[in-house]
């Protein structure tokens, strides 16, 4: 399978991260799926790792290449955990979710001694935003929490304000996370205050969870067609 060699060169970077015994978080997306893929050839070349997936589908990834897997309940804390990101700013602050798994995602980052996130060098931004800001939210009233989520984004100072129920297929039926929810997709076009948007949509009821990783990434690796550069803080 052809892959993009961006993606694959920030992918194989991280794997400078990753040592012998290791429990390791592994991401969601394409980028996330270049890592498993190469960390799959380490694995089968005798390093001894276990990894813990953050989506279905990262998991049957996992298994496909022989990646031993723990569940997140056998489990209290992860030495790495490698992701890839939607938008990173300056300040490794992470835009997630465009998979749809980032309630799974922020959990096992958490539980994350070193977060180290994995894309292609155009996901480096100067402000969030521009990117629609993924949120995972309950299904009972969606309509709702949409509306909350609406004010949020006006009241933090937004440059846009649009949040819409993300679909999927012919029918256009609503996107089912793994963990049974609805995604809402808040087009903000400019985050000026990250924090306080993260704060505002925690205090929404109805939020399960929000894209905006604040305070976990540790080291980003930016991927381009000949090389990786690694940023850490």
């Given amino acids: 399978m052809s892959e993009d060699p961006a993606k694959f060169n920030a992918a194989r970077a991280a794997l400078d991260f990753i040592d012998d015994g290791m429990i390791v978080g592994l991401g969601t997306g394409s980028t996330s799926a270049s890592f498993v893929r190469q960390l799959g050839e380490r694995v089968r070349g005798g390093l001894r790792v276990k990894g813990v997936p953050t989506s279905e589908a990262t998991r049957n ?23 890839g990101a939607d938008e990173i700013d300056p300040q490794f602050r992470l835009i997630k979710g465009g998979g749809g ?40 009233g969606f309509a709702l929490t949409q509306a909350r989520i609406h004010e949020a984004l006006r009241a933090t100072g937004c440059a ?64 381009t067609p000949s090389s990786a550069e690694v940023k850490s803080r």
């Fill in 61 to 83: 990834l996992a298994e496909q290449v022989g990646v031993p897997l723990l569940e997140i309940s056998q489990v209290t804390s992860i030495d790495v955990d490698v992701d």
């Fill in 101 to 140: 798994a980032l309630l799974r995602e922020k959990i096992v980052a958490a539980a994350s001694t070193r977060m180290v996130v994995i894309a292609d060098s155009s996901k480096w931004v100067e402000t969030l935003g521009a990117f629609a800001l993924p949120v995972e939210v309950t299904r009972f």
């Fill in 160 to 223: 846009g304000d649009e949040v819409v129920l993300r679909v999927s297929g012919k029918a256009n039926e609503p996107v089912i996370t793994d963990g049974g929810n609805y995604i809402l997709d808040a087009d903000a076009k400019r985050i000026p205050n990250a924090d306080e948007l993260g704060e505002a949509l925690k205090q929404i009821a109805g939020v399960v969870e929000h894209g905006l990783f604040l305070g976990l990434a540790q080291t980003v690796i930016l991927g």
